[in-house]
């Protein structure tokens, strides 16, 4: 016997949709999914029935999912909420799809966090081990928080300025600029970015990122079906993933070690190396931890994430263009979903405006406790 | 004066002795018996070496301020205006959220990363008595 008959080598997107970002208070999570995913399927050039995977992410009823879009799944499963599993979910996706017990998989994203109020913070914000016991009392909560801790930290440590973290803001905001679906258009300058309120110092409203109602999807099959739909295939060339949770001590290290080791495996599987890479994604719930991520993964030497920002190199026309559809900051936080799509999209080469032109490789960085990346390619090998 | 709004502490079994120590103005934390290093979850088992047996054990109560904010945004009932958390790295090495106490602003230019702080106890109600820190007076 084996466990693994049918066993694959290689995986591919072939559908990619989205549905409208705002206030969308006659959708919950899973009604958002369900409509990403028929337009996701549509994309593909598929009948939902064709997919037999399913791993759902934030939308946690799949059983109104399954019944509504009447699929039937060999394989049904709904990952925690956090942003932090984008990465992770989607290497659960190529996992099954390797190991031969399905062919075609959607995963899907549901987020009615606006209309819910979703607030990332207070009471019943687990984000932090143990926080109602140490960190509640004195009022410590939210991720923004953190993040602002951690720019406090690197700022001490490397000199890291405020002015960086608008370099950022203003950078996605200027490709935003040229995506008709991004939340925010209005053009900023760093009068803007300085003038904008503090939510928690240092850290401004500019530098948190925008919540909306929304859902995304995805359709990954073999790499070897990969032809038989309607898209050009988006290879997933390099996947992986290391979680280190910091407890409620927050990371000493920015999550630098941790993103070391995720870098190497991707590159080695993917056999590309930084220098191949067209186009950069980058988590970006917050500003600072766009500097985290490009020095975690080693675009720009530590402790000068900051300055590689205001060098223009994150912008379309500069050497890594990141976040070309305005990324969670200007577009929409759809918690890396978005962003996924946005690589692929730029690997199809129909961006027009923000096409980075010829883009053949592009990398998706995940700072942050459950820290992944993944490498997309318009070839599988 | 108005009733204290501000979260408190869910005092459960494995908190309580964290509690009844600051209580008594104390610092407690567990403390992994083979290595000795301190933990602030409160679970018997040592992340660091892996051993079995965590128990509580006293720290001086000195330490450093790691790293800082000031919340402008509440998420919380019972905070007037802006309000600074601080993260204090203990002399003994673990790090713990607190607030600073004892600067003429509260604002974090007179907080920095690096300056030595010690707790100071703040009884909230019978039950609660948080870890605070104020500046090491220079005198």
């Known amino acids: 016997m084996s466990l693994i008959s049918k066993r694959k080598d290689s995986v591919a997107v072939v559908g990619v949709g989205t549905t409208k970002w705002g206030s969308m208070p006659e959708h919950d999570a899973t ?61 659960m996706a190529v996992q099954a799809i390797l190991s031969g017990i399905v062919d075609t998989v959607a995963v899907v994203y549901g987020n009615d966090g606006r209309s819910a109020g979703a607030k990332y913070g207070g009471k019943g914000e687990s984000y932090g081990t143990g926080s109602d016991q140490m960190w509640f009392p004195y009022g410590m909560t939210s991720p923004g928080a953190v993040h602002s801790m951690l720019f406090q930290r690197h700022a001490h440590l490397y000199n890291s300025t405020v002015e960086q973290l608008g370099a950022v803001s203003l950078a996605f905001r200027k490709h935003a600029q040229l995506n008709p679906k991004a939340v925010m258009q209005k053009p900023l ?24 109602d929304g859902g995304v999807a995805m359709i990954l099959t073999a790499g070897d079906r990969a032809k038989d ?153 | 004066m108005k009733p204290y709004a501000k979260p408190l502490p869910p005092i459960t079994a494995k908190s309580l002795p964290f509690w009844q120590a600051t209580h008594e103005h104390k610092l407690l934390l567990p403390r992994c018996d083979h290595c000795k290093t301190f933990h602030t979850y ?4 040592c992340s660091h070496c892996g051993h079995e047996g965590v128990h509580w054990a006293p720290l001086s109560g ?39 106490v004892g600067t003429p602003n509260g604002t974090l230019d007179e907080m920095p990363i690096g300056m030595a702080v010690e707790a100071v106890f703040e009884e909230v109600n019978d039950t609660v008595t948080l870890v605070k820190f104020k500046p090491v007076s220079s005198a």
């Not at chain 1, 003038?195 to 500019?206: D, F």
């Not at chain 1, 991707?266 to 970006?284: F, K």
């Open chain 1, 189 to 212: 300058t760093m009068e803007d970015y300085l003038a904008s309120r503090y939510i928690c110092e240092p850290l401004r409203l500019l530098d948190y990122c925008l919540i909306n």
């Open chain 2, 42 to 45: 409160f679970e018997p088992w």
């Open chain 2, 62 to 100: 000195r330490g450093r301020i790691w790293s800082n904010c000031r919340f402008h945004k509440h998420y919380f009932a019972g905070f007037d205006g802006p309000y600074n958390v601080a993260m204090v790295e203990l002399e003994e090495g673990p790090r713990i959220m607190t607030n600073i």
């Open chain 1, 229 to 381: 739909f309607k898209q050009r295939p988006v290879h997933v060339k390099g996947i992986a993933q290391v979680s280190r949770l910091a407890q409620g001590e927050l990371p000493d290290d920015f999550g630098y070690a941790a993103m070391q080791r995720v870098s190497k495996t991707v590159h080695e599987m993917a056999e590309v190396s930084r220098e191949d890479v067209d186009a950069l994604m980058i988590y970006d719930n917050f500003t600072p931890i766009v500097l985290f991520a490009l020095e975690g993964f080693g675009y720009a030497p530590r402790g000068e994430g900051g300055a590689f920002v205001q060098s223009g190199a994150l912008e379309l026309g500069g050497r890594y263009p990141t976040n070309t559809n305005g990324g969670h900051l200007s577009e929409s936080y759809m918690q890396g979903w978005n962003l996924q799509v946005e690589a692929v999209r730029q690997l199809r080469g129909d961006l027009g405006a923000r096409q980075v032109p010829g883009a053949e490789i592009v990398q998706y960085l995940q700072g942050g406790p459950v820290c992944t990346s993944i490498i997309y390619g318009t070839e599988a090998v």
């Open chain 1, 31 to 91: 009604s958002l999914g369900i409509w990403a995913l028929r337009e996701a399927a549509e994309d593909a050039g598929i009948r939902l029935q064709d997919i037999d995977g399913l791993i759902c992410q934030r939308l946690t009823d799949y059983q109104k999912f399954v019944q509504v879009t009447n699929i039937t799944p060999k394989l049904v499963t709904a990952t925690p909420s956090a942003g932090r599993m984008t990465g992770a979910t989607i290497q």
